[in-house]
């Protein structure tokens, strides 16, 4: 198992609370506004944020063009399919019910990297997997018949989480000689490429000034997500195993769920909250060191 610093504990607390909080604010930014348009906003006002704090920071822009299709790749896994479908997802289901689909992500990472990848998991990670599944079925145990009128956004979320998985397992093996916040920088920058056209293909009809709750759903997402979460989740799920950097944002859709109850109304159930004691059980069986041990 795998103990984390400092560093990485503070920018998983700070990656859970905004992603976390992110999803009802995403569910107030697309009620009446084009879901594909709110995203490519957020990206043309949240990438060139990430462009200036690499500028700050001092971190070269230059990826070689060797790399370029290694790059490509992960943009497209990591970013291109999630971006686009989980935004159209949360359209048509309840922020809370759209973060717990995403975050089946955990489980499809696991299984893609002990079949695909061949990772050996210990019987920790295999329990936290099983538990941190065992709370995704809880909290939709009252959804299942709102989510059978609505297999669309079901399946549209169930890709985002899958696609993101593997994305996750290509960039933790990746070689590239190139800081995190670089390669992060560029597939933003491709991915606001992407959603651009989407928008301008998809929805150029449905275009409208947005409201002031829009426009505040975006700020959030330009400067939170796309300015520091997108890119803190890349530097975890670089640094620590597959496993490890899965698991441990499993209370993101727990924090999503209870947000959304708190500003939207949405009601919760027993299964909700025994769903919170599941998660943190999968987040201590892989992350919680093993005990050492004295001969």
């Not at 610093?5 to 992603?19: A, D, F, K």
């Not at 107030?28 to 990430?50: D, E, H, N």
């Not at 990670?125 to 299942?144: C, I, P, Q, S, T």
């Not at 009128?149 to 993101?164: D, F, I, N, Q, Y």
Request: charged residues 10%; proline residues 5%.
């Amino acid at each position: 198992m795998h103990k984390l610093s400092t560093r990485q504990w503070t920018v998983l607390v700070l990656l859970t609370l905004v992603w976390g909080i992110n999803w009802p604010v995403m569910k107030i930014g697309v009620t009446g506004f084009p879901p594909l348009t709110f995203r490519m906003l957020c990206m043309w006002l949240g990438t060139p944020v990430l462009g200036l704090a690499l500028w700050a920071m001092k971190v070269p822009f230059r990826i070689e063009r060797k790399h370029w299709r290694e790059l490509l790749v992960l943009a497209v896994f990591n970013m291109f399919f999630w971006h686009g479908l989980i935004i159209v997802a949360v359209q048509s289901l309840s922020s809370g019910r759209a973060a717990i689909l995403g975050y089946t992500m955990p489980m499809f990472s696991a299984l893609l990297g002990a079949v695909v990848f061949g990772d050996r998991l210990s019987q920790r990670a295999w329990g936290g997997v099983a538990a941190a599944a065992l709370g995704v079925v809880l909290l939709l145990w009252h959804e299942l018949s709102n989510l059978s009128g609505r297999p669309v956004g079901v399946l549209l979320a169930l890709g985002a989480a899958s696609t993101w998985a593997l994305g996750t397992q290509l960039l933790r093996r990746t070689t590239m000689p190139v800081p995190t916040l670089a390669i992060s920088f560029w597939m933003a920058l491709m991915t606001t490429g992407v959603m651009t056209v989407l928008a301008f293909v998809l929805e150029s009809d449905q275009w409208h000034a947005p409201s002031d709750a829009t426009w505040g759903a975006i700020a959030f997402n330009a400067l939170l997500v796309f300015g520091f979460a997108q890119t803190a989740w890349f530097y975890l799920a670089r640094s620590l195993p597959p496993v490890a950097s899965t698991l441990s944002v499993m209370l993101i859709p727990v924090l999503g769920v209870f947000s959304g109850a708190l500003w939207l109304g949405e009601v919760l159930h027993w299964q909700d909250w025994a769903a919170v004691g599941l998660m943190m059980l999968s987040i201590a069986a892989v992350l919680w060191p093993k005990r050492q041990v004295v001969n």
